[in-house]
């Protein structure tokens, strides 16, 4: 039923039309992980990485004792972000300060090395989150923005700033998703702004400019997630 190469993701955007569509609607249960996953023709462990993906998006919320439940978007029960996934390593406080110093300098190292194609890629990945936000398609607006950051790091000129950020790149991801449930449409709106900006800068290989833009996206990411790194 799924693309098995990226089984989690796939099911998670099953799942997440399952809720669009009204198959599964606000304040529905989750069937038992055993059930859905066969339902899906998927592993459990794969519908367990699908589930706490829409969960830190804010689609559905988990309840001890109780169960998993679909959350409708902008409800009272959703007013804040799901539980950090990677607190038994590093804080979000942490990942978001290695955020700013990282994409900082990969951006400002990345300057002048992005092909035009490359450069098309992000404005139509900054584009795709800006439709996507607006139909709430909240998996492909986060997946168009990890493409954006994504790209820029595979210019970056040093070999071990792009290892690095393949190394600790689900920590990343993760601090993309984690403000969603919390994010109001000016700040979505801000952040494309945002992306542009970064674009510009790229575009006019002005690597000052295009740390500065970069660390101040990622700082209003953060902020918007309550911190302040």
């Given at each position: 039923?799924?693309?098995?190469?990226?089984?989690?993701?796939?099911?998670?955007?099953?799942?997440?039309?399952?809720?669009?569509?009204?198959?599964?609607?606000?304040?529905?249960?989750?069937p038992s992980q055993r059930e859905f996953s066969t339902k899906l023709g998927i592993s459990r462990a794969?519908?367990?990485?699908?589930?706490?993906?829409?969960?830190?998006?804010?689609?559905?919320?988990?309840?001890?004792g109780r169960g998993t439940f679909v959350v409708a978007r902008g409800s009272a029960t959703n007013s804040g972000m799901a539980p950090w996934r990677y607190?038994?390593?590093?804080?979000?406080?942490?990942?978001?300060?290695?955020?700013?110093?990282?994409?900082?300098?990969?951006?400002?190292?990345?300057?002048?090395?992005?092909?035009?194609?490359?450069?098309?890629?992000?404005?139509?990945?900054?584009?795709?989150?800006?439709?996507?936000?607006a139909k709430q398609d909240l998996l492909a607006n986060v997946e168009a923005d990890l493409?954006?950051?994504?790209?820029?790091a595979s210019a970056c000129s040093n070999s071990m700033m792009r290892a690095l950020y393949q190394v600790v790149r689900e920590q990343l991801t993760e601090t993309q998703r984690q403000p969603i449930p919390i994010t109001e449409p000016a700040r979505m709106e801000a952040s494309i702004a945002e992306h542009r900006k970064i674009i510009s800068a790229l575009r006019e290989n002005d690597p000052v400019r295009a740390r500065q833009e970069m660390e101040g996206h990622v700082l209003n990411t953060a902020r918007c997630a309550g911190l302040n790194p």
């Open positions: 039923m799924l693309n098995r190469t990226l089984v989690p993701q796939s099911a998670a955007r099953l799942i997440q039309d399952m809720i669009q569509n009204g198959e599964l609607a606000a304040g529905d249960k989750i794969s519908l367990r990485e699908a589930l706490l993906t829409l969960e830190t998006l804010g689609l559905i919320k988990t309840e001890a607190s038994d390593s590093y804080s979000v406080f942490d990942v978001f300060q290695t955020r700013i110093m990282l994409e900082g300098s990969i951006a400002a190292l990345a300057a002048g090395r992005l092909t035009g194609n490359q450069l098309q890629a992000m404005e139509a990945a900054t584009k795709q989150m800006e439709v996507c936000w493409e954006f950051h994504a790209i820029i």
